[in-house]
Every structure is written in C-alpha cells, then in structure tokens.
C-alpha cells in the first residue's frame, strides 16, 4: 500500500524502477547525474545500453525530478522522456547543521593546520570526475605559496594522488583527511572551497560552502552556473584549464576582502534559493500533483 516510490540515483533508479513497475505505485526518479555524462566513465556500447534501459524505464515513470535547469533542457532535447513528466527541483541544505561559524580550532589542531595561512578545500570522492589532479597542478603553479590544501573525502583515486602530490613536489601542504561525518566543522576553517570537477549534476557541496559562508571557485560546468554566478557569488573557470584556476586562485589567496565579498554573496544567495526547506516544499508539492 505504498502510494510513492521515489528513487535517488541511477543504480537505485534501474532496481526500484523494475521492482515498481509491478505495483500500483506512483514512481518517482531523482537521477542526480545523467546517464549521458558518464560516457567519460564507460565505453560506448554500455552506456548506449545504460541509455537504452533507462529510456525504457522512463515509460513507466510518473515523474523525474532534476537537479538543474540544465539537466532538464537536456533530457527534453534527447527526448529520454515526456516532456510534462520533467520537473527542476534545486537541491537544499539544512540550515540546522550548515551554517556560518568561526574556525574549529580542534580540527585545526587534529590536522595540523595553520591557522594563519590560508586554507583551500575540496569535498568529495576522490574519482577523475573531480578533476583533483587539476587543482594539484594549478596549486603547484600560484605565484604566492602561502597555502595550505585540505582534501576531504576517499575513493579510488586516492592513492594516485597522493603519488602525483609527491611528484609534484607539493605534498607537504597537502593533507588528506579521508571520508568525515563533520563536513559543517571542516568547511569552517576553509577559507576558499574549490571544486574542480569534470561534469556534475547539482553538487550539494558548492550548496555546503555558501551555507557556511565561504568563497568559491567551481568549473563553468552542468548545473553549477545555476547556483553560482561568476564574479558575484563566486568564481567559475573552465574544466581542466590549470593556468585559468591557479591565476583565480592566486588572486583570492591575496585578497581577503575580496574573499569576503564573495562568501557574503554567496551566503546571500543560499538563503534565497537553496534551503532544505524550500527543496521540501517543491517536492510536497509535486507528491500532491502526483496523487492527484
């Protein structure tokens, strides 16, 4: 007797899907990422039959959700779908647990970290989608070496770039934290987030940074511009351009004002538009239309 199934995920998307389909369930799809950009992932021929399956799911779905405009305006040009059944939801962030603080001397002491040199940060798995091994090449180029970088999360990348830190000669400035369960504390002694990735949905990590009121630097990429626009609320480069995100980089680490203008901004545009609250409204919303 469940009236909504509603999936979070590809892989959650392709098992729910199938097991709802022999149900009297309304169904419900939150890809997050589309299947499309994970063709830097795969080989062509499974993900045309990643494709292929979820177009035929789709049949069966009463509504996908997006994370961004962007997504959206793709699935309805590659027709993957009923144009009526896409709706944009943005991603929200709970207030109650992200929200601008001072520094965490503890995890500035736990790591190490000086607390009077600036400190850039990253959050997420450790995957080439991320794009790490950019950041890495464009910190061992900036101009003023007064940097510090935090890299919070695991994946299987991990040890790779722990060898191209010591490559690149920047590896005592680097500290690997690995997976966390206190990223609102982390973010609070980060003074530039970055996230340098190669194709994303709606990251909630760029949503993290600006509840906690911090400046950031993020590739011009899927979703991202719809939550940051460059130069106001922080700053957007191209993917893989190293020379474009070390000169951004190198001009925020020598600039605190600027740094705080950004963040204000940022801040500013988190509680307009991008609130849990806000995202749970929407989705009520649609569950009523659904049923309806």
């Not at 469940?2 to 899907?17: C, E, P, Q």
């Not at 589309?34 to 039959?49: E, G, H």
């Not at 770039?161 to 609070?188: P, W």
């Amino acid at each position: 007797h469940i009236d909504i199934v509603h999936m979070n995920g590809s892989r959650a998307g392709l098992i729910g899907r199938i097991a709802s389909i022999f149900t009297n369930s309304k169904i419900v799809f939150t890809p997050h990422s589309l299947i499309f950009d994970y063709k830097q992932s795969y080989n062509a021929v499974r993900t045309n039959f990643y494709i292929w399956i979820d177009r035929l799911l789709n049949l069966f779905t009463d509504s996908i959700i997006t994370v961004c405009d962007e997504q959206s305006e793709r699935l309805k040009n590659k027709n993957q779908i009923n144009q009526k059944k896409i709706i944009t939801i943005h991603n929200g962030i709970d207030q109650n647990i992200f929200y601008p603080s001072k520094k965490d001397k503890f995890i500035l002491k736990e790591f190490h970290l000086n607390e009077n040199r600036p400190i850039i940060g990253f959050i997420g798995r450790l995957v080439h989608q991320k794009g790490l091994k950019y950041l890495f090449e464009a910190c061992r180029i900036i101009d003023n070496k007064n940097w510090q970088l935090l890299i919070v999360g695991d994946g299987p990348d991990k040890h790779q770039l722990i060898t191209l830190s010591k490559q690149q000669k920047i590896e005592k400035k680097i500290v690997f934290c690995g997976q966390r369960n206190d990223v609102a504390n982390i973010l609070s002694i980060i003074d530039i987030f970055v996230l340098p990735s190669l194709f994303e949905g709606f990251p909630l990590s760029v949503l993290e940074a600006m509840a906690l009121e911090k400046p950031i630097i993020a590739t011009n990429i899927n979703g991202i511009p719809e939550a940051i626009d460059h130069n106001k609320n922080g700053i957007l480069v191209n993917p893989k351009d190293v020379d474009q995100l070390s000169l951004e980089l190198d001009k925020l680490l020598s600039n605190p004002l600027e740094r705080k203008r950004l963040a204000n901004n940022a801040y500013e545009t988190f509680i307009k538009k991008f609130t849990l609250k806000e995202m749970i409204n929407k989705t009520e919303e649609l569950y009523h239309s659904i049923l309806s």
